[in-house]
C-alpha cells in the first residue's frame, strides 16, 4: 500500500543508521513493529496486580503423570 507522509528525513537516516536498516522502508517498518510491540507489553504490565489467583490452585499436583 502506497502512502505519502512527511517524515524527518534526519531522524530518518538515524534510525537507519542506529538500526543497520538497507532502506527508508526497512527503517519504518521495523519502528512500527517495535511501537506496537512496546505497546502491548505495557498493556500487560498495567494488569500486574490486578489478577487475583485461586489460592488453593496447586500447579504442582497437575504435573504428576501418575
Not at 519504518?28 to 500487560?44: C, G, I, Y
Amino acid at each position: 500500500m502506497a502512502t505519502n507522509l512527511a517524515i524527518d528525513n534526519n531522524l530518518l537516516l538515524l534510525a537507519q543508521s542506529i538500526g543497520g536498516m538497507k532502506t527508508k522502508k526497512d527503517t519504518v517498518n521495523q519502528a512500527l513493529k517495535e511501537f506496537v510491540q512496546r505497546r502491548k507489553q505495557e498493556e500487560v504490565i498495567d494488569l500486574f496486580g490486578k489478577i487475583e489467583y485461586d489460592e488453593q490452585y496447586n500447579y504442582k499436583e497437575l504435573r504428576n503423570r501418575t
